[in-house]
């Protein structure tokens, strides 16, 4: 495939650009023509196929999860049935054990959203990288990556959407004031040193969110790079790496979607928590 | 690689599917859970007692079973000695049967050898007198010889 580019790196920059819509600086509006374009447009774009495929995977999750809860009898369930039972009860153990047994209504449908969502995403990854991208370049659309998970936006818009949850638990559960309390006397109880706790507390909590979703957009961005790297061989040498990989990665992608709903399940525990540590 | 409206476009569909999950997935499939947990549980403890009260209806059968083969083998030998019993008596009946059938025989027999007997004693008398009538050519006085003829006829 590597034959239609001028370089290698071409053809790596290629598979790692998102079709993006956006502002150009001129004023109008369009899809951005490569790296360049996309620069340019900075904050006000909107990258298309990222939001296309996630929209779409997670609609799939709806569809099959809905489904499964409108056909849910108490006797003995189907295949797919049981697939959706399985994940659900898989979650509610989990959150069980960490969150424990306080109700809320969302960290139970929040985590389970995670984990199947951010599992199709990645599942995307074991799709050869060239099949989709070539596809749509028949079509007439420049550029396309598929793995929405390899794109920040998407990995970081949800850790800030769990971590402006947290925010939210914090302010709910301890109040405003013990809150900001637990933000100024820890590590050092000293009022001396508040502003240095402060300052650390802050580190700590947006690194949370950073750290949360750039782990997974890591991870992901690594498996994907590592497979357009692979496509570079000549097409005869390539199962040789690409199959042991996408056998490696079958454990990445669900280890990284399991890693995500954990890391949510524990800070919404964090901000649960009202003791003193 | 670029921060743009992206991230906001993906804060805002994870919360429409979080919201859809938290309405239309969640409630009905865990709560379907916990209702088929409960059956499940409530099954397990009908198959412990139903298995239980097969031990028990297993112990009473073998029991009645115990109690039916004890009562047969005693009504069998019962029967056995009955039936020897009968077959005793049935010998004794027949052996006193013909003992007296055999005693009967014998007196009816003693009857005849003695009638035949007196008959031959009487008629021996009377052969003897013909035969000494005729040898001596006269008449025995019978009345006279009484006594020898007696004799004689006695020693038949």
Redesign the interface.
Known sequence: MATEYETSADYIQHH?T?L?Y?RFPEGHWGFAHGQED??A???????VD??FW??SL?LV??AI??W???K???GVPGGLQNF??YA??FV?NNVAQVFGTRPN??I???S??ILI?VFLMNLMDLVPVDWIPHAAALAGIPYMKVVSTT????T???S??VFLLVLYYNFKIKGPIAFGKALVTHPVPHWSMYWFNFILEMVDMLAKPLSHGLRLFGNLYAGEMIFILIALLPFYAQWLLSLPWAIFHILIICLQAFVFMILTIVYLTQAHETEEH | ???????????I???F??L???K???P???S??R??RE?IIEGLEKAAQAEKELEKANDAAGQELEQAKKQSAELISQARSRASQLEEEAKDRAKEEAARIIAGAQGQIDQEVSRAREELRAKVGALAVQGAEKILGAAVDRSAHENMLKKLAEEL
């Open positions: 790692l998102n993006t956006g996309i620069n447009m900075g904050f006000w774009a909107i990258n990222t939001m996630s929209l997670g999750f709806l999860f809905s499964a809860a409108k849910a009898k108490p959706c039972e659900v009860e509610e209504p969302i139970g449908p929040l389970l959203t969502w794109d920040p936006n998407a970081l818009g949800m800030i959407s | 690689m670029n921060i743009n409206l992206t991230i906001l476009g993906q804060a569909s994870f919360a599917f979080v859809f999950c938290m239309y997935v969640w009905p499939l865990t379907i859970l209702e088929r059956a």
